[in-house]
C-alpha cells in the first residue's frame, strides 16, 4: 500500500467458460491488497482454474452484508489500497453487489476503474437476433405476481429491446405474463447456460416460448424481448418513405424494405408500398412537392 488514496477496481468474471477470463484478471486477483467476492468459495475455485493465488487478504462482500462491508472497505481505499471487486459471474454491480461501494468511493474522490469482462446482458442481446441499436436492461422482475405483472406494463410501450434475468423456476410464469401484457405475437429469445456447455438460446413468440418453458427449464436464464412497435398515427408517410429509402441505401432490395418498415410499424405492407409510388409520383412533378425515390 502507498500513503495515497488506493484504488477500488471492478473486474469482470466469466460468466461460464472460465477460458474467457481477461488476462488482466488474474493479474489483479494476485497483487491486489483486499479481494472482495460474492462468495469466497467460488472465488476459490475461480483461482484455482487460473492456476493462481490471492496474496492480499481475501473478504466476503455479498447481498446481506454490503451495508456492514462498505464502510471497511472504504477505510482501506482511503489508506491506500488497491481494493479488487469480483462476483460469481460478469460484471459487479450489474444486478449484483457493487453499486453501494462503488458510489461510496466516487462520494470520496477515490478512483474508480475496471476490468472489462463477459457480460450476461450483452452476450444475449447479441446472441437474440433481435434490434441491438438501442437496448435496455431491466434486471429481475419482481416474484410476486401482481407486483411483476404491474412492472411489466410499466414498460408495455417501451421501444428499445429489453433484457432481463431470471430464475429456472419461475421462467414459464414470467414469459406467460409477457405474453398477457407485451402481446403473445411478441419476439423474444431465452438464453440459457450462455458459453457453458449446455448452452442455448431459444428464439420465438412469447407465447410460443411459454408453452415450451411450461416443461421445465433449467440453468443460467436471460430473456430478450423485442420493443414495442411504433403505433401507425406516429408514422406519416414521409417517415415511411425516409425508412424505405435508409434500408435501400444499405443494400436492401425494394420489396424487402417495404416489408420491413411495414412489419417495424406494424402496418399492412400496401400502405408503406403506397406511400413510397406517391413520393416517387410527387419526385416527376416537380421537386417543390417532395424529394422521390430514384
Given amino acids: 500500500m502507498t500513503g495515497t488514496t488506493g484504488t477500488l477496481v471492478l473486474a469482470g468474471t466469466p460468466i461460464g467458460d472460465v477460458a474467457d477470463a481477461p488476462p488482466r484478471l488474474a493479474a489483479e486477483l494476485e497483487t491486489a491488497d483486499v479481494v472482495a467476492a460474492e462468495d469466497t468459495r467460488r472465488l476459490r475455485r475461480l483461482t484455482q482454474a487460473l492456476g493462481i493465488h490471492t496474496t492480499g487478504r481475501v473478504v466476503s462482500y455479498f447481498e446481506g452484508n454490503e451495508s456492514a462491508r462498505t464502510p471497511e472497505l472504504v477505510e482501506a481505499l482511503m489508506g491506500g489500497a488497491r481494493v479488487l471487486l469480483v462476483t ?14 462503488v458510489a461510496a468511493a466516487v462520494e470520496k474522490d477515490i478512483k474508480v476503474t475496471a476490468v472489462p469482462g463477459p457480460s450476461a446482458v450483452l ?24 407486483e411483476r405483472l404491474g412492472r411489466l406494463r410499466e ?51 412469447l407465447g410460443d416460448l411459454a408453452v415450451w418453458a411450461a416443461e421445465g427449464v433449467r440453468g443460467e436464464i436471460t430473456v ?14 414521409a417517415e415511411l418513405v425516409r425508412r424505405v429509402q435508409v434500408r435501400e441505401e444499405a ?7 417495404i416489408a420491413a418498415v411495414a412489419a417495424a410499424a406494424g402496418l399492412p405492407k400496401r400502405d408503406v408500398f403506397d406511400a413510397v409510388v406517391a413520393a416517387k409520383n410527387a419526385a416527376r412533378t416537380g421537386p417543390a412537392e417532395g424529394k422521390g425515390l430514384s
Avoid at 130 to 137: G, S
Avoid at 229 to 234: K, Q, T, V
Avoid at 251 to 257: F, I, L, S, V, Y
Fill in 88 to 101: 460469481d459471474a460478469g460484471m459487479p454491480s450489474v444486478s449484483d453487489p457493487g453499486y453501494r461501494l
Fill in 123 to 146: 452476450t444475449a442481446l447479441a446472441l437474440s437476433g433481435l434490434p441491438v441499436d438501442r437496448f435496455c436492461f431491466e434486471g429481475f422482475l419482481p416474484r410476486k405476481a401482481g
Fill in 155 to 205: 414498460v408495455a410501450d417501451e421501444r428499445r429491446t429489453m433484457v432481463f434475468f431470471e430464475a429456472p423456476h419461475r421462467l414459464d410464469d414470467t414469459l406467460a405474463a409477457m405474453a398477457e401484457v407485451f402481446g403473445s405475437d411478441r419476439r423474444a429469445a431465452v438464453c440459457r447456460e450462455l458459453t457453458k456447455t449446455y448452452e442455448e438460446v431459444k428464439r420465438g413468440p
Fill in 224 to 237: 430478450v424481448v423485442e420493443g414495442a412497435a411504433e403505433s401507425a398515427e406516429e408514422l406519416d408517410a
Fill in 251 to 257: 443494400g436492401e432490395r425494394r420489396k424487402e424494405a
